[in-house]
C-alpha cells in the first residue's frame, strides 16, 4: 500500500498529514482524540483502507503530533465544532477534496459532528468512536483521575514521545479546557441538529470517559439516520482493544450505504 506524508501550511502553523492510498472512493478523514495524533492511531487508518479499499487520511491538529505549536489556548467551548471551518477547511482545500466521509475518536467525533453539520452536502457519512456529546459527570471524572495520573513519574515523557515538547500544552489543553467552568453547559445539541449524513456511533458499554447516554443522545438528535454499536466490555478506545471489530463495523457500515453513498469508483462517496 502506497503511503504518503504532506505539510500543509496556515497562517498560524503548519499540519502534518498521512496519506493512506484507496481507490477513487470519496476519502475517509481521520479526526484524532485530545491527547492524539496521527502515529498514535497505530496500524487502524491502513487496516480500514485495506478492508473499505477507500483512501484514508489522518492530520495532526495544531499543537499536537508533529504539526506547529498551537499560538494560545483552545477556544472555551467552541473548539470542538470550530475545527469545522478551521483547519480542517485548510486541509480539504490544499487536497483539493470535494466529497468526504469522516471517522472522529473521543473529542474528534464531536469533531466530526460539527464537520457534518458544517458541510451537510459534502460529508457523505459520519462514524463517531467513543464521542462526547455533552459535557457529563463521568467524563469529567475521568478527566480529574487522568490528571492527576499525570503527576507520576515517567508519565509526562510518555506524552512527550509522540507530542514533543508540546506535550505540556496537549495535556493542558485535554484537561483545563474541559474542566473549565465555560465547558460546564456544552453540548453538541445544535450541530447535531444539522447532520443529515448517514452515522455510524461505535461505544464501549465499559467506556471510562463517558456513558452510553452520547450515543443515545446522538441518535436521538441527529437530523440523520443512525446506527448504534454497542461493544460490550470494551472501554474507551475500541480501534485498539478490539482493531479487528471496529474496522469489521465500519467496514460493514460503509459498505451497506443507500446506493449513491457506495464505495466503489465513480460513486458519490
Known sequence: MSITEHWI???????????????????????HDSLGSVDLWRGFP????????????AYDRLGFGR????????DRPGFVTGEARGNFARVIAALGIDRFAILGHSVGGGMGIGIAAAYPDRCRALVTISAQTFAEPLTLQGIREAKAGF????QMERLARWHGEKAPWVLDAWTE????????????????????????????????YGSIAHPRRLAERSGGPVVLRLMAGEGH??????????????AEFLAGLPAGIGTRTGATC
Open 46 to 57: 491502513e487496516a480500514l483502507a485495506r478492508a473499505t479499499g477507500r483512501r484514508v487520511l
Open 177 to 208: 479546557t474541559w474542566l473549565s467552568p465555560a465547558f460546564a453547559d456544552w453540548t453538541l445539541d445544535a450541530a447535531l441538529a444539522r447532520v443529515r449524513c448517514p452515522v455510524l456511533a461505535i461505544h464501549g458499554e465499559a467506556d471510562e
Open 151 to 154: 503527576a507520576a513519574s515517567g
Open 9 to 31: 501550511e496556515t497562517p498560524r502553523g503548519r499540519l502534518f498529514l498521512r496519506d493512506w492510498a484507496g481507490d477513487g472512493s470519496v476519502p475517509l478523514i481521520l479526526m
Open 237 to 250: 478506545f475500541p480501534h485498539r482493544s478490539d482493531e479487528a471489530g471496529t474496522v469489521a463495523a465500519v
Open 67 to 74: 504539526s506547529g505549536q498551537h499560538p494560545g489556548e483552545l
